[in-house]
């Protein structure tokens, strides 16, 4: 379905929990979140129906988020009905990556096609403060368990943290030398969570830093693409401050509490638990057609009006 400026909405971001089993400093607070009541999320037949709802208006693409989707004990039922839906052509997967060694093959099997795993350090230090309580052997490990379950692709996600990783940009970027992976740099977005503004640092640092760098002739929906020559995979930069992409935008969300965000940084919400299928396409219809032009002004002066943080939305 086409919203008012005439973008073709094919693309659901689902979260399907608010918990996770990190607790990263630019998402999440020290504590975690507070576990919700259950009647108060989506049920796993309700979030099925949500997807068939938004599959009869368009939506070909499903990502599985959250909080952290492989702590949520029937992962791999949702991943089979989901991609069971008539419509959804493809199913993805982002993940902190910890739990894809006992999961990985499975989700393969269950019909994830392609998995965006997070890693924003290769220094186990580093990675343990980020994360607070993570530990990168693990991380790493479900980054080669990914690599070898057949995925389609998969990618690394690093958020750029001024201070923090800038300097590991060509170690990061240089992952695409060793395995067949996508490089993303994401700008940190104002979210909340516990970084400064000095953290922020322009997606454009990572062309300042690494000159080699060559241009795709096509980027992707919301990634700038490039190569690093002699590179198994592509290197993209993601700019949601620095170098909007709302014009392109294709995507909507369902947060783990049923409610559909039209835009990640605005604060409206179509909430759809408790209704049937053709309620749940009347709330799809109205949040796809009061999809708003852009996020709105986003730094750190006028930080995103989101309402909830990262990890209670589905990043
Ligand atoms: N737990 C999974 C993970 O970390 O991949 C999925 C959910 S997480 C919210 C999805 C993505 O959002 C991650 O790549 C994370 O780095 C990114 N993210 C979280 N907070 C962010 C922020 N403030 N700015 C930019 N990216 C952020
Ligand atoms: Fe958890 Fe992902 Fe947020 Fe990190 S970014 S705290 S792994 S939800």
Redesign the pocket.
């Known amino acids: 379905m086409r919203d008012p400026l005439g973008r073709n909405i094919t693309y659901l971001r689902l979260s399907v929990t608010e918990l996770?089993?990190?607790?990263?400093r630019?998402?999440?607070p020290a504590e975690g979140v507070e576990k919700r009541r259950h009647e108060d999320m989506l049920t796993e037949e309700e979030t099925v129906l949500a997807v068939k709802a938004a599959a009869s208006l368009g939506i070909e693409k499903v990502r599985l988020?959250?909080?952290?989707p492989l702590v949520k004990k029937n992962i791999l039922s949702i991943a089979e009905k989901v991609a069971a839906v008539p419509g959804i052509r493809e199913l993805c997967l982002?993940?902190?990556g910890?739990r894809l060694p006992q999961l990985a093959k499975s989700l393969r099997a269950a019909g994830v096609r392609r998995v965006n795993v997070?890693l924003d350090t290769l220094d186990p230090a580093k990675y343990a403060h980020i994360?607070r309580i993570?530990d990168l052997s693990d991380a790493l490990r479900g980054l080669e368990a990914a690599l070898s379950a057949g995925f389609e692709k998969v990618k690394i996600n690093a958020?750029l943290l001024g201070g923090f990783n800038d300097d590991e940009i060509p170690a990061l970027a240089g992952l695409t030398r060793r395995w067949p992976v996508d490089v993303r740099f994401i700008e940190l977005m104002p979210m909340g969570g516990d970084l400064t503004q000095g953290a922020f640092v322009p997606g454009d640092v990572v062309l300042e830093t690494l000159p080699e760098l060559e241009k795709l002739p096509e980027d992707g929906p919301v990634a700038r693409l490039y190569t690093l020559p002699g590179a198994l995979g592509q290197v993209g930069i993601i700019s949601p401050l620095s170098c909007q992409f709302c014009d392109r935008c294709d995507r909507i969300r369902l947060t783990a509490d049923g409610r559909i965000k039209p835009c990640l940084h605005q604060r409206a919400e179509y909430p759809l638990k408790g209704l049937d299928e053709a309620g749940m396409r009347r709330q799809f219809e109205a949040a796809i057609l009061h999809k708003p032009p852009w996020h709105g002004e986003l730094s750190y002066a006028a930080p995103s009006q989101a309402g909830r943080t990262?990890?209670r939305i589905g990043?």
């Open positions: 996770c089993n990190l607790r990263c630019y998402c999440m988020t959250g909080g952290e982002t993940t902190n910890i997070s994360t993570g958020v990262m990890d990043g």
